[in-house]
């Protein structure tokens, strides 16, 4: 994913989990940390993340029960319809 000119928070935040998964290019790395850098919000954004990972481990699919699964799909689905029509 190309980052456009005028990297924003809201880029950021769709990217931290790429970000921390080393699954962003060098290019878009240095992007992202170079925004990082100036910006106090994306930084606590992202060490919130980090932390809750740190708390919570891996959670794969296969360790939830078909119920967990069903759930969290339907809640997906849900806040993926209630999105702006700009941002689906």
């Known amino acids: 994913m190309l980052l456009s000119r005028d990297f924003v928070c809201e880029q950021a935040v769709e ?5 921390l998964e080393g699954a ?3 290019r878009e790395r240095r992007r992202f940390e170079r925004h990082l850098a100036g910006c106090p919000h994306c930084t606590e954004y992202l060490g919130q993340m980090r932390e809750t990972i740190r708390l ?9 029960s078909p119920q967990m699964q069903a759930a969290f799909s339907e809640l997906y689905r849900r806040w993926r319809a ?3 029509a700009d941002k689906t």
């Not at 990217?15 to 970000?19: G, H, I, N, V």
């Not at 919570?56 to 939830?64: I, N, S, V």
């Open 24 to 26: 962003l290019s060098r």
């Open 15 to 19: 990217l931290a989990s790429d970000y």
């Open 82 to 84: 209630e999105l702006p």
């Open 56 to 64: 919570t481990g891996r959670l794969l699919p296969e360790d939830l």
